[in-house]
């Protein structure tokens, strides 16, 4: 049996490694590391690299963080990707990255995908109460030229949860409520591509209360590059999630609605084609920053009231220009009439 001496233990630490059988350093120590914590294990040694990129390390990692991914379909596809549910766990998984550049709409690229794979979990205090992986097919004309619209749920349907519904007495106390325990993740998978990204903010970055059903709205949101033309109104585009809960007080909380749209700084809607390619830059873009979600939201809305303030100034300034174009005219039609 060996023995890790202090000694063996104080230099760099490869004595101490090779002094445990592979098999028990994987199994004791590596599978009770999160996603994030072995990645840069894997960055000290080579030893180390070789032992954290096991794949069965990394599909344990996946599958506890996002469940949706035992589906069949995406774990066909993930098996396609270079380096399998690691390629995948740093696709989907947010870290901190420089601000991307904005992209180059090329709506006419004959490279979109033809088909996207949406898995997608919602967590109450970390506790997945809804999965769903739906498959879309993006070649249609139909899908390309119409609004992006993706609805997880039939309008008439809702899905129980385990989750009492706590609906309080104030408004403030049910939103703060919902707010600091709910948390979602969207990711977009491209078997073509073999790549994946995820399109949720994970916090919530708004909610509010429907004043006549009492439905609880919040809203995911993620705020990515758009067209590269400065001042555009596709500049910056908001990938928006809705998950809608409602419930009696006491009783079990219900999810009525989960939907994506995809908007620009106008507040209109991009179709399926730009949507596409929005998600292809996403995706080529890689890991970003899973932080800062309500910080961009919030900056875009900002952004969103002052395009729409220029705007209605520019209209104001057009009106009257047309106005006192017109009394202009009037006043000199009738002054050749009267003195002619």
């Known amino acids: 049996m060996n023995i890790v001496t202090p000694a063996a233990a104080c ?70 990707f270079p380096s399998g549910h690691r390629s995948f766990f740093f696709d989907s998984f947010p870290f901190p990255v420089p601000v991307p550049r904005p992209l180059k709409l090329d709506v006419n690229s004959s490279a979109l995908p033809t088909e996207l794979i949406l898995a997608v979990d919602v967590y109450y205090r970390d506790e997945v109460i809804y999965s769903k992986v739906e498959e879309i097919e993006t070649s249609s004309s139909w899908f390309l030229c119409s609004p992006f619209r993706v609805d997880l ?86 990938c928006g999630v809705v998950v809608t809960c409602c419930g009696k007080e006491g009783g079990e909380m219900q999810v009525r609605e989960v939907s994506m749209v995809m908007e620009d700084m106008e507040g209109k809607g991009l179709n399926g084609r730009e949507s596409l390619v929005i998600l292809g830059g996403a995706m080529g873009e890689g890991r970003r920053n899973g932080n800062e979600g309500k910080e961009k939201y919030e900056e875009f809305q900002e952004r969103k009231r002052e395009r729409k303030e220029e705007k209605q100034r520019k209209e104001r300034v057009l009106d009257l220009v047309c106005i006192t174009i017109g009394v202009a005219g009037f006043l000199t039609f009738w002054s050749a009439i009267l003195f002619k």
Not at 166 to 189: C, R
Not at 193 to 215: C, E, F, I, P, Y
């Open 153 to 238: 749920l039939d309008p008439k349907d809702s899905v129980s949860t385990p989750v009492k519904y706590f609906g309080g007495s104030e408004d403030e106390t049910l939103l703060k409520h919902k707010e600091e325990n709910l948390s979602l993740s969207w990711i977009v998978i491209d078997p073509t591509r073999k790549r994946a990204v995820n399109m949720s903010s994970r916090r919530v970055v708004s909610l509010q209360r429907h004043w006549l059903t009492g439905d609880v709205q919040v809203r995911f949101g993620t705020v990515v590059p758009g067209d590269e033309r400065r001042g555009s109104a596709q500049e910056w585009v908001e």
């Open 11 to 80: 230099q760099g630490g490869d004595a101490s490694i090779s002094a445990l059988h592979p098999d028990v350093f994987q199994s004791h120590i590596l599978a009770r590391l999160d996603g994030p914590s072995l990645a840069s294990l894997a960055c000290v040694s080579s030893q180390l690299h070789a032992l954290s990129t096991e794949e069965h390390l990394w599909r344990n990692i996946c599958s506890s963080t996002w469940p949706s991914v035992e589906h069949p379909r995406v774990q066909e596809t993930i098996s396609t």
